[in-house]
Nanobody
Framework: QVQLVESGGGLVQFGGSLRLSCAASGFTFSRYVMSWYRQAPGKERKLVARIPTIGGVRNYSDSVKGRFTISRDNAKMTVCLQMNSLKPEDTAVYYC?????????WGQGTQVTVSS
């Protein structure tokens, strides 16, 4: 059974930091491009950061460049998102995404709320 389980969300003050984790199981993690998306209330789900399978360039949305860092551990089947200098506009539900040759999977999401 495929699972993506996010953790690490919560309430943080402006300028603070959070580290999101996504634990994967049930598929060949190393073959999947892993991403974090977010969706704010009333808005579309948007890509935040993406990391390829092995090596390669990590991609970030312009709004988080220089503040967020995505990383993965293929042995542990986890992908993390380190979020620094958080702003109220970063408030959203954050989703882990796995995109592979044939299938795409989503986690259930974790809420991040940044207070001003």
């Amino acid at each position: 059974q495929v699972q993506l389980v996010e953790s690490g969300g919560g309430l943080v003050q402006f300028g603070g930091s959070l580290r999101l984790s996504c634990a994967a199981s049930g598929f060949t993690f190393s073959r999947y491009v892993m991403s974090w998306y977010r969706q704010a209330p009333g808005k579309e789900r948007k890509l935040v950061a993406r990391i390829p399978t092995i090596g390669g360039v990590r991609n970030y949305s312009d709004s988080v460049k220089g503040r967020f860092t995505i990383s993965r551990d293929n042995a542990k089947m986890t992908v993390c998102l380190q979020m620094n200098s958080l702003k109220p506009e970063d408030t959203a539900v954050y989703y882990c995404n796995a995109n592979g040759p044939l299938y795409e999977y989503w986690g259930q999401g974790t809420q991040v709320t940044v207070s001003s």
